[in-house]
């Protein structure tokens, strides 16, 4: 079931530094919401802690409130692994497990969750995320097949496939089109378009034309200059940050005056 997002003052350090300063952000159940601006402005960074991602890298911490449908992701108690079941990521370059068969990979997020389930339900499981997918059709007669012998449009539609059977209210996709051709973006694109009925989308990308495309909402993240933290600049709906932004900074950004 979809979830809302609410964050509240949210820093974001990696030892000493602080990276990302001040964010107030209400993303709604249901809806694309794209970060945008300039590299090192922390739409990753950013990203990351909404699913409490990155923990795994030392040193990195953040304080603030992150509230899944108004429960904080970071209270006492909370395990950040079934955080991040519940708000799944999808990232820049597709990574199925090389040697495991593409139904393997679509399991293995419900499998590392220690959940059994009998071979029919494995097999509606994987049908019904490759279908969600949008890569039903194209792999059903090689399912037994390892995941690394797809396309690259097609791996990344596979770890779509493995971040939606675990079912998540949330998928965060960072730069989730990047290594992919045109083709297979814009079937990443629609999908993001059909996955917005199920599940709330956050998406980073670089890509402007992209953001108005797929998204409801925009947030457009800023930095000072090197050294400085990166902070959220403008939060609206898209077609206003694209042709009727408040702000001078994101005019700029979206009529590429820098970036
Ligand atoms: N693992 C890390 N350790 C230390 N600093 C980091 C780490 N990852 C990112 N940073 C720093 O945090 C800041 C924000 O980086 P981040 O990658 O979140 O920005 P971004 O907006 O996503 O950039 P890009 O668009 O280039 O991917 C940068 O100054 C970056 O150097």
């Known amino acids: 079931m ?26 709604e159940a249901k809806s694309v919401t794209a970060f945008i601006g300039p590299s090192g402005c922390g739409k990753s960074t950013f990203l990351r802690t909404l699913n409490r991602m990155h923990e795994v890298i030392p040193g990195a911490y953040a304080k603030g409130e992150v509230l899944l449908d108004g429960a904080d992701i970071y209270g006492a108690g909370v395990d950040p692994v079934t955080v991040r079941s519940n708000i799944g990521m999808v990232f820049q370059r597709p990574n199925p497990f090389p040697t495991m068969s593409i139904r393997d990979n679509v399991l293995a997020g419900v499998k590392l969750n220690n959940k059994r389930i009998s071979k029919g339900e494995a097999d509606a499981l994987v049908e ?23 396309s ?8 779509i496939a493995r971040a939606i059977a675990v079912e998540p209210a949330v998928l965060l996709m960072d730069e989730p089109c990047s290594a992919l051709d045109p083709i297979s973006t814009l079937a990443v694109e629609d999908l993001i378009n059909e996955l ?3 599940y709330t989308v956050v998406i980073v990308t670089h890509n402007m034309q992209q953001a108005a495309r797929v998204s409801d909402k925009t947030a457009f993240f800023n930095i000072a200059g090197t050294g400085k933290p990166g902070k959220l600049i403008e939060f609206a709906e898209t077609s206003t940050i694209f042709n009727n932004p408040s702000q001078k900074a994101t005019e700029d950004y979206v009529s590429g005056r820098f970036g």
Do not use: H, M, T
């Open 2 to 27: 979809s979830k809302r997002i609410d964050v509240k003052d949210l820093n974001v350090y990696y030892g000493n530094f602080l990276a990302v300063e001040g964010v107030n952000i209400n993303i």
């Open 196 to 198: 917005k009925d199920s």
């Open 152 to 159: 690259g449009g097609q791996q990344q539609r596979l770890c």
């Open 128 to 150: 019904k995320s490759l279908q969600g997918a949008n890569l039903w059709n194209e792999v059903k007669d090689r399912l037994d097949k390892p995941g690394s012998g797809l």
